[in-house]
């Protein structure tokens, strides 16, 4: 089993930054993808941005240019940095990360959510 623990959300407004990382524990070896998705109330989960052990990234088209994914294969670590945050970034954000997969389709395990709310 795979333990990830989120840090880093709250709120923020409109055009400013947040820094999301997560932290893995447990049966971590040779751990593939390590990721972000997210959730807004009504939607359905959706991809931010992956990164695969050798770092290739995957991201949602709207964040690309604002958002960006890094990880830390020694700490076991992924962070997300977000700026120029909009309304719309609002959502529960999700730590996972896969064994074997990309992360494209989704994650084996999950964290439980840290919540980033955009509001002015």
């Known amino acids: 089993q795979v333990q990830l623990v989120e840090s880093g959300g709250g709120l923020v407004q409109p055009g400013g930054s947040l820094r999301l990382s997560c932290a893995a524990s447990?049966?971590?070896?040779?751990?593939?993808?390590m990721g972000w998705y997210r959730q807004a109330p009504g939607k359905e989960r959706e991809l931010v941005a992956t990164?695969?052990?050798?770092?290739?990234?995957n991201y949602l088209d709207s964040v690309k240019t604002r958002f960006a994914i890094s990880r830390d294969n020694a700490k076991n670590t992924v962070s997300l940095q977000m700026n120029s945050l909009k309304l719309e970034d609002t959502a529960v954000y999700y730590c996972?990360?896969?064994?074997?997969?990309?992360?494209?389709?989704?994650?084996?395990?999950w964290g439980k959510g840290t919540l980033v709310t955009v509001s002015s």
């Open positions: 996972g990360a896969d064994r074997y997969g990309s992360g494209k389709y989704g994650m084996e395990y």
């Open positions: 447990g049966s971590i070896f040779g751990l593939n993808a």
């Open positions: 990164i695969t052990r050798v770092g290739n990234t």
